[in-house]
């Protein structure tokens, strides 16, 4: 297990399969990829992270919605979604979220 708790990848022009991996970080507790460009949708592995409390997206042209998976972490309390095209939310979003 990576123990990783704080990544902060903004602006980053990174390529490839690198969100994937970011499942394995079950330690994680904020993770930070935006303006990256992404135009899909988040990978079902980000539900792996059960200590992630922060997570920006934004400026990502995120456009297929987000997978219930992140909608689940429960201790997710801050999430940043702008400048994104999202079409709906999963209905599990807003139990733990402080700030979205």
């Known amino acids: 297990m990576i123990s990783l708790a704080y990544l ?3 602006y980053c022009a990174f390529e490839g399969e690198i969100l994937f991996a970011f499942g394995d970080m079950r330690a ?6 935006s303006g990256h460009g992404l135009h899909g949708e ?9 200590f992630l409390t922060y997570i920006a997206l ?4 995120l456009q297929e919605g987000i ?7 429960a201790s997710l309390t801050y999430l940043e979604l702008f ?10 979003f807003g139990r733990s979220l402080v700030q979205c």
């Open 83 to 92: 400048v994104n095209q999202l079409k709906a939310l999963p209905k599990t």
């Open 58 to 61: 934004f400026s990502n042209q």
């Open 8 to 10: 902060d990848l903004r």
């Open 42 to 50: 988040i990978p079902n592995k980000f539900g792996n992270m059960t």
């Open 67 to 73: 997978l219930d998976a992140i909608g689940d972490l």
């Open 28 to 33: 994680l507790e904020y993770l930070d990829i």
